[in-house]
C-alpha cells in the first residue's frame, strides 16, 4: 500500500529528525508540526501545502499525509472545528441526550467531511496519519496509520460515542468554560473535548489508542522498528552543534 512509508524511508525521517535537533535554537527542544511536514515531504518526494484542508503533504497526487508531532502529554488538537449553527446546536445540546447527540455527530460530521474534501480537491486515493511523539526522556515514537481512503472517507464512526458537557473548572484567573467530551462506547475512555464555547478546539485525546506499543532504545542511533515496519521509536542526541562550528561550516565556501 502506498501510504506507508519503507523501512528504508522510516529510517531516513529519523536520521532527518537527528539532524534537527542537532541545530542551536532559541525555544523549547520540540519539533514542529511543519518541520515534520518538510520531513515527510522530502522523505516521500511530495509537497508541503500552506493551506487549513486536512491533508498537509500530497505524494504524487495519490496520497495525501495529515502530519501532527508533539510532547507525548500535549493534548492533541484535531482540528478547530467550527460547527454550522453551532450556537443552536449547543443549546439544544443542554436540553438532553438528543440534542447531545446532535451536536456531537455534527462534530464528527465536521471531521469527516473535512477529509472527503481534500481527498476530492487533490484527487487521492488514499490519506494516511503521520505522526512523531517525543517523550521527556529524548526518546520518540513515529508511527503511520491510514486513516481513509477514496471509497471509505469515514474516519471516525459516530455510533461509536456518547457527549456529556464537561463541568466548569475554576482557576486563579478566570473560570474555564465546559467542553463538549465524546466518550468512546468500547473502551469507555474520553476521545474528544470539544471547546465550543470558546475557541472551537477540538482535542482527541483517543488518538492515544492509535499509538504503537515499542520498546524505547537506550542509545542515540539505536532505532526499534515494530513488527509491521509503520512504526519505529528511537533516541534523540542532546547534544547541539555548537553555534561557532555551525557557522564555520555555512561560511566554509566563502
Known sequence: ???????????????YLTAYMRIPYFQDDTIPGKVMEKIISLVRGGVQLTTYDYVDVCINGKVGWQVKSTKHDTPLTW???????????????ENGDAGLK?????????????????????????????RLIMFDDNT??????LVCTKENTEIFDKDNYIWHWSKPKKTTKKEQLPALHGINKITQKKAFAWHGKGENQLHFSGEKEWWPQLSKPDHCGEIH???????????LPTEKVS????????????
Open 79 to 93: 482540528k478547530r472545528a467550527k460547527i454550522a449553527n453551532a450556537d443552536a446546536l449547543i443549546k439544544e445540546s
Open 225 to 235: 522498528y515494530s513488527a509491521d515496519s509503520h512504526a519505529i521509536a528511537f533516541k
Open 102 to 130: 446532535s451536536l456531537g455527530d455534527a462534530i464528527i460530521d465536521f471531521c469527516n467531511s473535512h477529509a472527503d474534501k481534500s481527498i476530492k480537491l487533490y484527487e487521492l486515493r488514499e490519506i494516511g496519519y503521520s
Open 243 to 254: 553555534w561557532d562550528a555551525l557557522t564555520s561550516f555555512l561560511n566554509a565556501d566563502n
Open 140 to 145: 520518540a515514537i513515529y508511527f503511520e496509520r
Open 1 to 15: 500500500m502506498t501510504v506507508y512509508s519503507t523501512k528504508k524511508q522510516l529510517t531516513q525521517i529519523v536520521h
